[in-house]
């Protein structure tokens, strides 16, 4: 019963190539949002939606695509793969939007490599 | 946004002992929350301390708050080999949490 889900786990890809990560949430919370961490395990936020509408979106190159289809789901696609991109992004969700005393939920990760 | 930051060092201990760790945020809270993340494992939310409250317990774990030193300590007592992960503290409103950069913790068996 697997509260956050991520696909895939790993990804591994050549520069330039597009890719997509998948999130889904069993918990029915309204928020959710991708974060990335990189090597030295810093962790930042880069989106967060809030029944299916965006909410944060961080300074992210455009190359970064959220996608909500119902507020369950939140994908991640990214154009142009770029070396930098390479990272563990995190999916985590949390109960209804505007307050910061919720908890937030994370998935185990999808960690992608940029060859 | 505000951020969490600990102080950057890993820390060592042997099973049994106690392990403290230490976040500083810059700006005003209205919470401050402790997550724990085990290798290639997602981030656990551990607890939450509200700006009003000075100290906060959950099992082996207990949370301090000085809101005028803008600080916070993650107190571990009695550690066991699966405390050894990296503690994260984080901040923020409006679901926009800031993290800090986590601090390693290894118990030794």
């Known amino acids: 019963d697997t509260a956050v889900s991520q696909t895939p786990k790993y990804l591994v890809t050549q520069m330039g190539n597009d890719k997509s990560i998948k999130c889904e949430q069993n918990?029915?919370?309204?928020?959710m949002y991708w974060y990335k961490q990189d090597s030295k395990k810093f962790l930042k936020i880069m989106f967060s939606?809030?029944?299916?509408?965006?909410?944060i979106n961080e300074t992210v190159p455009n190359r970064f695509s959220p996608k909500s289809p119902d507020k369950a789901h939140l994908n991640l696609h990214i154009n142009s793969l770029e070396l930098g991109d390479s990272a563990v992004y995190f999916c985590?969700?949390?109960?209804?939007?505007?307050?910061?005393?919720?908890?937030?939920?994370f998935g185990p990760g999808t960690r992608l490599t940029v060859l | 946004s505000q951020q969490g930051e600990e102080d950057p060092q890993a820390l060592s201990i042997q099973e049994g002992e106690n392990a403290t760790m230490n976040c500083s945020y810059k700006t005003s809270i209205n919470n401050l929350q402790w997550y724990r993340q085990n290798s290639g494992r997602g981030l656990v939310h551990l607890i939450l301390i509200r700006s009003n409250e000075r100290e906060k317990h959950s099992g082996r774990l207990r949370v301090t708050l000085d809101t005028s030193k803008k600080s916070s300590s993650l107190l571990i007592t009695a550690s066991r080999a699966a405390d050894t992960a990296s503690y994260f503290c984080?901040?923020?409103?409006?679901?926009?949490?800031?993290f800090g950069k986590g601090n390693q913790v290894v118990v030794i068996p």
């Open positions: 939606y809030n029944n299916k509408e965006l909410i």
């Open positions: 984080a901040t923020g409103g409006n679901n926009r949490l800031a």
């Open positions: 918990l029915g919370h309204d928020t």
């Open positions: 985590a969700s949390s109960r209804a939007g505007g307050s910061s005393y919720n908890e937030q939920f």
